[in-house]
């Protein structure tokens, strides 16, 4: 390849200058994986995993206990439910009497105090055709279907903290990806620096790089915020306020940020104290000076684990049945068809039986009588049933009737709905994974090296700072299309899960 004289210079100075700034350098450390590397978002935000994180979420999560309360409810009814109809007791008196002739005059009007005269009834509802032993079955199915739904629940939030989670660990492997590409320009500005500051190269190779290395820096802060978004969303499942955090975390104390002093996240004035640079263009900052937004937890997680699936379609395909929202559906129809049977009951009507006594010390003699009577008791028993009641209950019965056919459908509806997710869970699962094992198999590797390949061409001069910018964009999608293949495996994977309903098959990171 036919080189020019810059080039050829700017490579020769750049080699001469290599050992000195090796040398200078530490040997840095191996690199953590995408999703564990440390990020200075301060000591307030404690790491949080997602086994931790789903523990927290079956104590904590909001939507799981009001499920749970909804089955304590449901047993409450069932104990309403199984009682005997309550008996009612009444006390009486008469408080006013008076005597009326044959011609409509009163004689001997008087008030009665509560001691002369007393009367107490029982009021008791027998209830025919088994209608308490319906009305408990319905009960039990109502508790059987409350249940059901707490497992719903869970599932379903479940998913949600895993999604949430996951784009989370997802804009933070992106967020270490956009740090080492910012690293890495960072250390070719500081050479391309020291080549300025010793005449080896001219102003304008320097603002060149500078000014094609700013679209980077859009990458830091949009996955700083995403970060920030994920996390607090992961709080909300977990019932933590989102905005809680400890005072401090979040800053990037190395820069020396701090957002109680005024002015503390304006641009620097300049790197020429810092770099050597001379006051000009090229001393201007290049990157900005970002915070991390104050996070309640720090979510950390093996993102580049890429685990089998370990079970077959069939044996997932017959656990769908026994997922809870098709279980819960089918405890919902069984509990209509015991609200039928209850309302069918109704054809038999119930008896509500009287029995009271009432006792008067008022003078009552009969005229023949040889004994002056003190007081006179008397005891009665009175039936009642209702009449005119067929309308009302057939009514109420194909009202009930057509309830549980509604039950049925939906218990129906709700098995084909749950087939259908787990059809296309299944060939998302398939999908992702076909383009996972893409860039596992070398693609990223491809990239990498391409970029590796570039740098050390254009230290000896055979490349333009321009092939390595666009060498390391080609690796920064690269990366992101990566991490994004990553995480939609991942998700489908716990996507999977809840579509079959059979647990396990959710990354564990």
């Known amino acids: 390849m036919r080189l020019s004289f810059r080039a050829a210079l700017l490579g020769c100075a750049l080699l001469a200058d290599l050992p000195a700034w090796a040398q200078t350098q530490p040997t840095p450390p191996a690199s953590p994986p995408p999703g564990m590397a440390p990020l200075p978002i301060g000591p307030g935000a404690r790491p949080l995993s997602l086994e931790d994180a789903e523990a927290a979420l079956v104590e904590r999560n909001l939507a799981v206990i009001a499920a749970r309360r909804g089955v304590d409810a449901a047993r409450a009814q069932r104990l309403v439910a199984s009682s005997r109809p309550a008996p009612a007791v009444s006390v009486g008196n008469t408080f006013a009497q008076f005597g009326e002739t044959r011609n409509g005059a009163v004689r001997g009007a008087r008030y009665l105090s509560p001691a002369k005269n007393i009367s107490v009834g029982l009021t008791v509802l027998v209830e025919r055709g088994g209608k308490r032993t319906l009305r408990t079955r319905f009960a039990e199915r109502q508790v059987e279907g409350a249940e059901a739904q707490v497992l719903d629940a869970l599932r379903t939030q479940i998913f949600q903290l895993r999604q949430a989670f996951l784009g989370a660990l997802l804009a933070r492997a992106n967020l270490e990806v956009a740090l080492g590409n910012r690293a890495s320009l960072d250390r070719t500005e500081q050479l391309l620096r020291r080549q300025l500051r010793d005449g080896a190269i001219p102003e304008g190779d320097l603002l060149r790089f500078q000014a094609s290395r700013l679209q980077f820096e859009g990458d830091v802060t949009s996955n700083a915020q995403a970060y920030a978004a994920g996390v607090a969303a992961v709080a909300a499942l977990l019932s933590a306020d989102p905005a809680a955090f400890q005072p401090g975390a979040g800053t990037l104390s190395s820069l020396g940020i701090n957002p109680a002093v005024r002015g503390a996240l304006a641009p620097p004035p300049g790197q020429q104290g810092r770099t050597g640079t001379p006051a000009g263009p090229a001393s201007a900052p290049t990157a900005v000076r970002t915070i991390l937004s104050p996070v309640a937890f720090d979510v950390r997680g093996r993102f580049d684990a890429i685990p089998d699936l370990g079970i077959g379609r069939e044996e997932l395909a017959r656990g769908v049945a026994s997922r809870p929202d098709v279980v819960a559906a089918e405890r919902q129809a069984a509990a209509a068809a015991a609200n039928r049977q209850l309302v069918e009951a109704g054809r038999s009507r119930d008896v509500t039986v009287d029995a009271g006594w009432s006792r008067s010390a008022l003078s009552q003699d009969l005229p023949d009588s040889r004994d002056r009577l003190s007081a006179l008791n008397s005891f009665g028993v009175q039936l009642s049933v209702p009449i005119f009641t067929s309308r009302i209950v057939e009514g109420n019965v194909a009202a009930a009737t057509a309830q549980q056919g509604q039950a049925d459908a939906v218990a129906r509806a709700t098995m084909l709905q749950a087939r259908a997710e787990f059809a296309a869970s ?58 994004q293949a990553r995480y939609a495996y991942l998700l489908a994977l716990s996507q999977l899960e809840q579509a079959s309903g059979v647990s396990g098959v959710a990354p564990r990171l």
Not at 444 to 463: C, D, F, I, N
């Open 426 to 483: 299944w060939a998302g699962v398939e999908q992702s994974r076909a383009l996972l094992n893409l860039y596992a198999g070398g693609a990223l590797g491809r990239a990498e090296e391409a970029y590796r390949s570039t740098e050390q061409a254009y230290v000896a001069g055979g490349r333009t700072l321009l092939d390595v910018l666009d060498a390391l964009r080609v690796l920064n999608v690269t990366r992101v299309q990566a991490n």
